[in-house]
C-alpha cells in the first residue's frame, strides 16, 4: 500500500525517534555494545542531542558555566559513569577540592554537580566518536504503525524540498521513542491572563526565554512574583538576588508556595524528607537509591495503585538544598526584600497602573493581593502525553495504554506494552514513560538504565551481543582514549 | 552505587576476595612489625581478611538499618570510608581480647594490622567508588548486586 502510494520507504532495523538525549545514550549504548551505524537511524528536528536541553537549561537560568542539578557519575556520554564529572573537572581546572566535596557530599558539602558545559562538550566529543551524525535523519516523525508482517512503519515529514515526497516512511524491526516533555502547561489562572490581555511578556514561564525581566529591573526597581517550589524556582531566585547584588538592584521578590514546608515532613521516621521556609529539600529529582538502590528494587515489583501509591509518597516539588542558595534567602528576609508566603493564587488581573494584581488566599483564610510587574510561573507543569500526536495516535491506534499515574505503561525492559507486533518491539523511554516500574525516567541516569534495558533486551531478540565484563573494559579504553567504537 | 541489603554484601564480600587480596598479597612482605617466617604472615594476613568479610555480613545488616533513616536510602561516599573506624577497632579488639585469638595465631601486631586493614579497606572504597563500573555495568542500577 506504501509503494503503491509512491511514497519512499526506508528500511533500517533500529529507528529512535526524538534526537535528543533519550535517544542519544540508546544509541550510545547500542554502538558500545557492536551495532554499526548502517543498522541505526535517529529521526529528529533538532541537529545535536543537547540542542532542546540546552534550550531549556538556559532558559531556566543555567548558562554553560553553571550547574545543573545531577549527580557527578550520571553521565549521558559515558555510560559506565566513569571517570565521573568531577573527577574530569578537578583534572582539567586543577581544582582537587572538587575531590574533596565529592567525597564529603552531602554531609560536610552540597552535593557536587557538573557544569553544564561540562555536559556540552563531553556529548559532542561522544557524538563525534560513535558517528551519531551519520545515523541522523532530519524530519518530523508524524506516526508508529504496526505493520502486518511484523515490525513497524514510522511515518516522517522531511523538511521541505530535501526529499520528492511529502512523506517518507521508514520499516523497522525496532522502535524507540524519546521525545521527551510533550509540552509545557501553564498554570490556569496565568494561561487566562495571557489569553485575555494578550500578554506574554510580563507573566512568562521559567523555561520560555524572559531575559526581559531581569533586564526591565535593571532599568528601575520592580517587583516580581514567584510561583513554585522546585528547583527552577530556586534557580530563578538566584538570578534575582545575583542581579540585585551586582548591579544594586531594589527588585522585591514575593514567593507563592501552594504547599508550604515549614520542616520534616513525611508519615514514619523511615520516610521522611527534610524541609524548612517553604521549600522541601531533596539532592536530585528523585531520592538517590531510584538509580539503583532500595526504591528501584521495591518499585520493580509494584503493579497498579500499589505502584502509584509509591509514587506519591516519594514524590513532590522539591529543590536542593544549597548553602549558596539559603544565604542569598536569608539575606533577602532580613533585608525585607524577600516574601515566601503559602497560597492559592485564585485569579490574576489588570492592576489600575498596569501591572499585574495576584488575589492570594491561604490556608488560614488570609487574603493578600500583591501588585508585581512580573510573574514568573516556575511549576514546570508538563502536559498529557496525548498531547502529543505520536503518543495520542499510539493509545488510540498502536495498542498502547496509560500506566497507573496516567502515562505510557512500559515494561521493566521498556518496550511499550500492548504494542508488540510480529518479532519487532516498540521502546520508549523518558518522561512519557513515568510511573513505570522503574522511576527515575526523566533523568540522565534514567535514560541510560532505560537504554541498558533496551539494550539487554535487543540481546536476547539476537540483534545485538550482549555485552559482558571483558568487552566493557575493552571499549572503556577506547571511551578513554577517544577511539572509535 | 546505592545499595540495596545484598547488593551490600555481594559487593564486599567480592571486592574483599578480588582487590582485597590482591593488595594483601602485595603488602604482606612489607607490613611492619613482623618477625615469624612469610608464609605465616600470609596466613594471618589472609585470616584477617577472611575476618573482615565475615563480620561484615553482620556490619552491613546494621549499616542497612541505619540507612533506613535516611530519606534517600543513600549511603554517602564518606559513610564507606568512614565506617574502617568502628570496623577496625572491633576487628582489633576481638584480636586482642583472645575471642578470635584461636583462629587467627599469632595475632597480628598493632601496627602491621592496621597497616594491612586501611591499605585493603581504601583500595577497596577507591575501587567501589568508579572502577568496578567498568568491567560490571550493570552493578551500580542493581544496588550492588554481582549475581
Redesign the interface.
Known sequence: MVAAAGIPMYDIPFLSVGGGIGSFVTLDYLRVYGVPTSQMRVVSNIDHPWQTYEFLTRCSQIPRPERIRSDS?SRPDN??????YA?EEAWREKNPLFLFQ???????NDYWTPRAGTVFRNLEREAKRINYWDMLVKGQVRMVRRRAGGGYFTVVTPPEGTAPTKRIVFRSRFVHIAIGYPGLKFLPDLQEFRQKHGDYQHVVNAYEPHEQVYEFLKTRPGTVVIRGGGIVASRVLQRLFDDREKFGLQTQIIHIFRTFVTGSH?PH??????GGDGWAY??FNY???V???????EMRKLEGPARAQKYKEMGGTNTPWRRHWQEQMRAGRSGGYYHAVQGTVERVERAPDGRMLSYVRSKDGTVREPVSDYIIDCTGLEADIAEHRIFADLLRFGGAYRNPVGRLEVERHFEIKGTASGDGALYASGSATLGGYFPGVDTFLGLQ?AA?EIADDLSRRGFCRK?G??R??SQ?FKWAFNKAV | MVPTLFGRIQTRLFLLATVGVVVTALIVPVLPGLSGPLSQDYRVAFLVLAAVAVLGVVWELIYHFLMQFRWEKDWPTLFGLLTLVPEGLLLFFLLRSGAIGSLIDPVPPASAFWTQFVVVWICVWLVSNGPMRVPFIRWRFRGGRVL
Open positions: 557519575s555510560l559506565w559513569g566513569f571517570p565521573s573527577l565529592i567525597a564529603t557530599e552531602p554531609i560536610l513525611g521516621i523511615w520516610s521522611r524528607r527534610k531533596q539532592g531520592p538517590k537509591s538509580w539503583g538502590g532500595q526504591l528501584k528494587a538504565i541498558q555485552m565484563p571483558l566493557s573494559t572503556w
